[in-house]
Nanobody, 118 residues
Framework: QVHVVQSGGGLAQPGGSLRLSCTSS????????MNWYRQAPGKEREFVAR???????SYADPFQTRFVVSRDSEHGIHYLLMENLQPEDTAVYFC????????????WGAGVQVTVSS
């Protein structure tokens, strides 16, 4: 059985940056596409960004200018780079996909906490 492994997150100061990573529990299996979501305290989970199988990226409006999704196809790692972080970006961030190698399903990472505070 495969699953999504997340890393990154932590504490950032306002204006700072963090990079989150997601990969497959089996490094031989590639994850595509990759979606990123976040859930702030007391709020519903919201869509952040996506990178498609073909490498096209799309973003929810609030994140267009500050967040960047990318992937290292050679190593099968997906990234979410978050810049100019603000306290309102404090949330648990999740990665999600419906395809890991030949396995289809609704795969979610465990989530990582991002806290933005001075």
């Amino acid at each position: 059985q495969v699953h999504v492994v997340q890393s990154g997150g932590g504490l950032a100061q306002p204006g700072g940056s963090l990079r989150l990573s997601c990969t497959s529990s089996n490094p031989r299996l590639v994850i595509n596409p990759m979606n990123w979501y976040r859930q702030a305290p007391g709020k519903e989970r919201e869509f952040v960004a996506r990178i498609s199988d073909a490498g096209w990226s799309s973003y929810a409006d609030p994140f267009q200018t500050r967040f960047v999704v990318s992937r290292d196809s050679e190593h099968g790692i997906h990234y979410l780079l978050m810049e100019n972080l603000q306290p309102e970006d404090t949330a648990v961030y999740f990665c999600n996909t419906d395809q890991i190698g030949s396995f289809g399903g609704d795969f979610w990472g465990a989530g990582v906490q991002v806290t933005v505070s001075s």
